[in-house]
T-cell receptor
Framework: DAGVTQSPTHLIKTRGQQVTLRCSPKSGHDTVSWYQQALGQGPQFIFQYYEEEERQRGNFPDRFSGHQFPNYSSELNVNALLLGDSALYLC??????????????FGNGTRLTVT | GESVGLHLPTLSVQEGDNSIINCAYSNSASDYFIWYKQESGKGPQFIIDIRSNMDKRQGQRVTVLLNKTVKHLSLQIAATQPGDSAVYFCAEGNTGNQFYFGTGTSLTVIP
C-alpha cells in the first residue's frame, strides 16, 4: 500500500518563475492538504482540497494555488516566485476531515530552492 | 488564532533513558492532537494521536498525556534508542479544520 508520494523531490527555480508540485494521496484518502515548512520551523498550512475544491486556506497569497483531480491527486502551483518561497513543501492526505478526526499522512516533500 | 508551542527546543538523552517532550496549546476548542516525528530529509511521520475525551494513550514505547485544564500535551518515549533521534512536532486540530503545528523539539540520543 503506497503512502503519499510527491514529485519532484528537489527543484531549483529563479525568482519570478512559476512552479508546479505534484502529490498522490495514500490509498483510501480523499482529502489533500499542502503545507510549507521553512528550515527549523513547523509546517504551515497552505490549503486543503476535497472533492476537487479548495475547502480551507491558510494565510498565503494568491500566488499559491492548487488543484485536485478526480483521482484525488493534487497539484500546488506557485507563481512569481520569491526568494522567501524557498522551503520544503509537504503534501498530506487524510480521510474527509469534515467528518473524521483522522491523522494527516505526509509525503517526504519537495525541496524548492529559489535563487 | 491558535498557537501550539513547545517548551524545549532541544533535548539530549542517554540511550536507554526515558524521554519526555512537552507541548502547550492555546485553543480550548481543539479536540484532536497528534505527535509527529520528522527525520532529516523526510516528511513528518505519525507517532500517536489522542482525542480530547481521553487523558492518556499508549502505543509501542510511547505514551501521550493530555491535560486539558492547563492545555498541555506530552510525549513520553520509553527506553530511548538512537533511532529516536529526530525532530518531534505536536499538532492540534478539530474536526473539519486544519492542523496547527508547533515549532518542534529536536531530540538527540547519546549512545
Amino acid at each position: 500500500d503506497a503512502g503519499v508520494t510527491q514529485s519532484p523531490t528537489h527543484l531549483i527555480k529563479t525568482r519570478g518563475q512559476q512552479v508546479t508540485l505534484r502529490c498522490s494521496p495514500k490509498s483510501g484518502h480523499d482529502t489533500v492538504s499542502w503545507y510549507q515548512q521553512a528550515l527549523g520551523q513547523g509546517p504551515q498550512f497552505i490549503f486543503q482540497y476535497y472533492e476537487e475544491e479548495e475547502r480551507q486556506r491558510g494565510n498565503f497569497p494568491d500566488r499559491f494555488s492548487g488543484h485536485q483531480f478526480p483521482n484525488y491527486s493534487s497539484e500546488l502551483n506557485v507563481n512569481a516566485l520569491l526568494l522567501g518561497d524557498s522551503a520544503l513543501y509537504l503534501c498530506a492526505s487524510s480521510r474527509d476531515r469534515a467528518r473524521y478526526n483522522s491523522p494527516l499522512h505526509f509525503g517526504n516533500g519537495t525541496r524548492l530552492t529559489v535563487t | 488564532g491558535e498557537s501550539v508551542g513547545l517548551h524545549l527546543p532541544t533535548l539530549s538523552v542517554q540511550e536507554g533513558d526515558n524521554s519526555i517532550i512537552n507541548c502547550a496549546y492555546s485553543n480550548s476548542a481543539s479536540d484532536y492532537f497528534i505527535w509527529y516525528k520528522q527525520e532529516s530529509g523526510k516528511g513528518p511521520q505519525f507517532i500517536i494521536d489522542i482525542r480530547s475525551n481521553m487523558d492518556k494513550r499508549q502505543g509501542q514505547r510511547v505514551t501521550v498525556l493530555l491535560n486539558k485544564t492547563v492545555k498541555h500535551l506530552s510525549l513520553q518515549i520509553a527506553a530511548t534508542q538512537p533511532g529516536d533521534s529526530a525532530v518531534y512536532f505536536c499538532a492540534e486540530g478539530n474536526t473539519g479544520n486544519q492542523f496547527y503545528f508547533g515549532t518542534g523539539t529536536s531530540l538527540t540520543v547519546i549512545p
